[in-house]
T-cell receptor, first 114, second 113 residues
Framework: DAGVTQSPTHLIKTRGQHVTLRCSPI?????VSWYQQVLGQGPQFIFQ???????GRGNFPDRFSARQFPNYSSELNVNALLLGDSALYLC?????????????FGSGTQLSVL | AQSVTQPDIHITVSEGASLELRCNYS??????LFWYVQSPGQGLQLLLK??????LVQGIKGFEAEFKRSQSSFNLRKPSVHWSDAAEYFC???????????FGTGTRLTVIP
């Protein structure tokens, strides 16, 4: 079975540009979450989407937005990129079975902002 | 405010030695607690989690963790480390469920022959 897939794996942008990161969840998973992991830090929660609705949002500026499509894939958009947005962006999909939610992470998109 | 502290940035152990990685949390109530492992170029993999019940939790790859409410700790242990255990380890908390995780800064484990 395919795991959580993210594209692209690496990306280089310049300050002020816009970026779109993509995530395909594991088949059957209806929830997708996004995390930002700055070098040397733990991941930080950005968004969770479930059935195309935003379920949670972390402490990130409005430059960050996301959406989930009918096939449950998701996009993370970041506008007006700053140097500090350079990070590994992780997507995770989850499924709840018998009240137990399980989270599965992709390998991430490494974004470098120059 | 919630916080997760992993006081050890980097730990080096010999292969076959025992391991304990420390995690302390600050939370309004008993949170859901997790340990994840991240190998270079890989995503995060769940080792184990604690929601309620038995405070000693068994996970994958021979890892276990013990929840101690009085110490606000959830330390990860392994009796005998293998070279393949070299990775970054993250402790995390959540209010409910397994999502909207709040991670610590991680502990990098190096295993020497």
């Amino acid at each position: 079975d395919a795991g959580v897939t993210q594209s692209p794996t690496h990306l280089i942008k310049t300050r002020g540009q816009h970026v779109t990161l993509r995530c395909s969840p594991i088949s059957g998973h209806k929830s997708v979450s996004w995390y930002q992991q700055v070098l040397g830090q733990g991941p930080q929660f950005i968004f969770q989407y479930y059935e195309k609705e935003e379920r949670g949002r972390g402490n990130f500026p409005d430059r960050f937005s996301a959406r989930q499509f009918p096939n449950y894939s998701s996009e993370l958009n970041v506008n007006a990129l700053l140097l500090g947005d350079s990070a590994l962006y992780l997507c995770a999909s989850s499924v709840t079975t018998g009240g137990d939610e399980k989270l599965f992470f992709g390998s991430g998109t490494q974004l470098s902002v120059l | 405010a919630q916080s997760v502290t992993q006081p050890d940035i980097h730990i080096t152990v010999s292969e076959g030695a025992s391991l304990e990685l420390r995690c302390n949390y600050s939370y309004g109530a008993t949170p859901y607690l997790f340990w994840y492992v991240q190998s270079p170029g890989q995503g995060l993999q769940l080792l184990l989690k604690y929601f309620s019940g038995d405070t000693l939790v068994q996970g994958i790859k021979g890892f276990e963790a013990e929840f101690k409410r009085s110490q606000s700790s959830f330390n990860l242990r392994k009796p005998s480390v293998h070279w393949s255990d070299a990775a970054e380890y993250f402790c995390a908390v959540a209010r409910t469920g397994a999502n909207n995780l709040f991670f610590g800064t991680g502990t990098r484990l190096t295993v020497i022959p």
